[in-house]
């Protein structure tokens, strides 16, 4: 069965640096998702992109964010200098096709450490 | 602005017994609704969706819920439940866009007694 995935399961990094997190979103999905959870807190919609631009975007989601699909494979999600708020599990999620209500496929997860 | 709540962080329940998990919702037009689980070191797992039609659906491992419109709830229930039910549960609203963003409640863990 296809599943969306996610590289790495869990990443340490330094206050400051940056992040790329990478996601490989089901074959032939049009929709892509990033969500976030800080530890004891909801689930939280980031960003979603389709036809290869932000479709909406989250408060959450400033200038220190940004996405990509650099191949017709790969969705990935950069902080370009992380915070130690940054702390959290990062989930991507694909949709197969713009039809409302469609079903989101999450992967699972990224945790991402920031000391 | 669509929000959900799940009022019971954390429930224990005994193998075998019935499990309800709350869910309320708040959002302007008739929603969709969605049932998310995630196991320890899992990603989230689609149980159950709600659209349209029959207020009952039914889902994956034996589990089903109910949307109620007048009390703007979505509660999930399985008649027995197994160990490897031991999760967590997350209710969520998804908005009647092209994107399509969900936004989820805070999440019940269940713990399955013996």
């Known amino acids: ?115 | 602005a669509q929000s959900v709540t799940q009022p019971d962080i954390h429930i224990t329940v005994s193998e075998g017994a019935s499990l309800e998990l709350r869910c309320n919702y708040s959002y302007g037009a008739t929603p969709y609704l969605f049932w998310y689980v995630q196991s320890p070191g899992q990603g989230l797992q689609l149980l159950l969706k709600y659209f349209s039609g029959d207020t009952l659906v039914q889902g994956i491992k034996g589990f089903e819920a109910e949307f109620k419109r007048s009390q703007s709830s979505f509660n999930l229930r399985k008649p027995s439940v197994h160990w490897s039910d031991a999760a967590e549960y997350f209710c969520a609203v998804g908005a009647r866009a092209a994107g399509n963003k969900l936004t989820f409640g805070g999440g019940t863990r269940v713990l399955v007694k013996p």
């Open chain 1, 1 to 115: 069965e296809p599943e969306v995935t996610q590289t790495p399961s869990h990443q340490v990094t330094q206050m400051g640096q940056e992040v790329i997190l990478r996601c490989v979103p089901i074959s032939n999905h049009l929709y892509f998702y990033w969500y976030r959870q800080i530890l004891g807190q909801k689930v939280e919609f980031l960003v979603s992109f389709y036809n290869n631009e932000i479709s909406e975007k989250s408060e959450i989601f400033d200038d220190q964010f940004s996405v990509e699909r650099p191949d017709g494979s790969n969705f990935t999600l950069k902080i370009r200098s992380t915070k130690l708020e940054d702390s959290a599990m990062y989930f991507c999620a694909s949709k197969p096709t713009q039809e409302l209500g469609n079903e989101q496929f999450f992967g699972p997860g990224t945790r991402l450490t920031v000391l």
